[in-house]
């Protein structure tokens, strides 16, 4: 009859001891584990509301963003979210370097900036918002308020700097043309859609850079040979006075396609001339948004400014028009 060996005591009770050890670090490996695990997720979650604190804009995009804000938090009950009024190259870079995930400007992003944000597992988003008019202002001591497209061109150019090239009877002297900031919205949507490869003299010439859009509207106040560049935004009469421009002393041009300005050929940046492509200088609004959760504020504010209502309406009502418009033109007659 065969007997089965048994294992002597102090062997079974080393494979015990072995295994119980064995358990124990492998417990172990996995608490420390799960712990690293949890801590990146905070690390994360607190580098993500980092970037949710704020949002970029171009400063002469203020009014109306600061309007759009304002009722997004009496809907949404948020307040996590605040503006960073900068130059629309800034407001890029700082969505490029990951600093803010939303930023408000009048260009989309380029392939190459697309690519660089994809890579790094953002999926950018686009929404155009509302069109706006670059609008040229003067000083309502000026007697000459219409102006052609190639006359506009001539003056950032460095080529017609006497009032009197563009109107031979004109006493003012010196064109001064003054811009918000160089690195602004206004100044790159001059470069890139109205100057067709010309470049936009700045040393020595004609065209100088203020800081922001207010300050653009008081120099033109002070100086009758002036004309200021700024966003049609700011020629709402309904906002708070320190936007004012219809109420102060500047007026809004007159621009043409043609070669000569007249009364019947040129217009404003007013939002029927800009829905139907009459005035020649309309650019678009877009929200830029690369957050990555559904249910973050930086997208929440982005869709809002989508919306039909309040959204779109606020761009509206702030004398844009819409993206999302639904609009009809009828004739009334007048007894």
Same mark, same amino acid.
């Given at each position: ?116 944000? %994809? *890579?790094?597992? @953002?999926? !950018?988003?686009?929404?155009?918002? /509302? #069109?706006?008019?670059?609008?040229? +202002? ?124 007249? %009364? *019947?050929?040129? @217009?404003? !940046?007013?939002?029927?001339?800009? /829905? #139907?492509?009459?005035?020649?200088? +309309? ?53």
């Amino acid at each position: 009859m065969e007997t089965k060996r048994k294992h002597p005591v102090g062997i079974q009770a080393a494979k015990t001891v072995t295994m119980k050890r064995t358990c124990a670090a492998l417990l172990t490996v996995f608490t420390l584990g799960l712990l690293a695990s949890c801590g990146g997720n905070k690390q994360q979650d607190t580098a993500y509301q980092e970037q949710c604190k704020y949002f970029a804009a171009d400063e002469s995009l203020s009014p109306v963003i600061d309007e759009e804000l304002d009722i997004f938090h009496m809907k949404s009950k948020r307040d996590s979210i605040h503006p960073l009024y900068i130059s629309e190259q800034e407001a890029i870079e700082k969505l490029m370097n990951q600093e803010v995930l939303l930023v408000f400007t009048t260009r989309t992003l380029t392939p190459s900036e697309e690519s660089q944000l %994809k *890579a790094l597992k @953002y999926n !950018p988003r686009t929404i155009a918002l /509302a #069109y706006d008019g670059l609008a040229l +202002i003067v000083n309502k001591a000026n007697p000459d308020s219409m102006i052609t497209v190639e006359q506009f061109r001539s003056i950032m150019a460095g080529e017609a700097t006497q009032w009197t090239d563009l109107y031979p009877t004109s006493k003012l002297g010196n064109i001064k043309m003054v811009f918000d900031n160089p690195r602004s919205a206004t100044v790159r949507f001059c470069a890139d859609s109205i100057m067709q490869g010309r470049g936009i003299k700045t040393d020595g010439g004609n065209v100088q850079a203020a800081n922001t859009s207010a300050e653009v509207v008081d120099y033109v106040e002070n100086h009758e040979n002036a004309i200021g560049v700024v966003g049609s935004i700011w020629l709402d009469d309904q906002r708070d006075s320190t936007n004012l421009i219809y109420n102060r002393t500047v007026k809004v041009m007159r621009v043409s396609r043609a070669s000569e300005a007249t %009364k *019947a050929n040129s @217009y404003t !940046p007013d939002q029927y001339n800009i /829905a #139907y492509n009459y005035y020649p200088f +309309i650019r678009t609004l877009y929200a830029l948004c690369i957050d990555p959760r559904s249910s973050g504020v930086p997208r929440a504010f982005s869709n809002f400014c989508w919306l039909p209502n309040p959204g779109q309406l606020i761009f509206f009502r702030a004398g844009l028009f819409p993206a999302r418009a639904d609009y009809s033109v009828r004739d009334v007659e007048i007894k």
